[in-house]
């Protein structure tokens, strides 16, 4: 099961580089994390992170811009439409991973398996907006993402709350991509936790010290 950061901004590179995450991005995420700044300033900004990956979005094949780009850290994404499909082969025949990303249907999936991507993103919330059942589809796509081996993995985007990722996880996906606030929000122990963790810290303290006093 992985795990990815979904932004840019210098606290989701934080929160990656920390916990050893991959980053996740498209054109409306960049806009937003990193206002005024440009496409090469963000790549070289995410290329220096210290991230397993990222999941960058492009619209076409522009030699500027691909050159900027380290194909063992950077995954292509892009929009799984027709007119993007040849995109998908000149990006691997470029020695790049590719994801097709706003997949919503069992034909796009196949169309996926099929052209040899690598990943597939499901958009979770935003499938449920535009009147899907995303639970349902998801289970759909895992089970044809099964019968192909696995591949193309499927990762699960547009989470917007914990209990639409223990969906996700209930269909049987394995990736998934949170935003920094949710992703903050998991880490945060309740007073349940946080009242088990000070009394474990008041007894360690009485061990040692009955420990010391022992060597004494």
């Given amino acids: 099961m992985k795990f990815y950061i979904d932004g840019c901004n210098e606290r989701a590179i934080e929160l990656a580089e ?18 005024a700044e440009s496409l ?32 063992s850290k950077f995954v292509i ?3 799984w439409i027709e007119e993007k499909h040849d995109l998908a082969f000149r990006f691997r025949e470029a020695g790049f991973r590719v994801c097709a990303t706003a997949v919503y249907t069992p034909q796009q999936f196949l169309t ?8 597939t993103a499901f958009y979770f919330d935003r499938s449920k907006r535009k009147g899907f059942d995303p639970r ?14 696995g591949k193309p993995a499927i990762v699960v985007a547009s989470l ?10 209930d269909s049987g996906a394995n ?21 088990d963790a000070c009394e ?15 060597q004494g």
């Fill in 136 to 149: 349902g589809m998801l289970s759909q796509l895992v089970s044809l993402s099964n019968r192909f081996a």
């Fill in 77 to 79: 994404k892009l929009s």
């Fill in 175 to 195: 990736h998934f991509t949170l935003p920094v606030e949710l992703f903050e929000q998991l880490l945060r122990e309740d007073e349940v936790a946080r009242n």
């Fill in 112 to 119: 996926s398996a099929i052209l040899g991507v690598d990943y």
């Fill in 200 to 214: 474990f810290q008041k007894n360690f303290e009485k061990l040692v010290q009955q420990t010391l006093r022992s």
């Fill in 18 to 35: 920390k916990f050893n995450l991959g980053i996740t991005t498209n054109p409306s995420i960049i806009l937003r994390d990193r206002t």
């Fill in 40 to 71: 090469e300033e963000v790549i070289r900004r995410l290329g220096n992170a210290n991230v397993p990956q990222v999941f960058i979005h492009l619209e076409g094949f522009e030699r500027k811009i691909v050159d900027l780009l380290e194909p």
């Fill in 160 to 169: 917007k709350n914990f209990e639409q990722l223990r969906e996700a996880i």
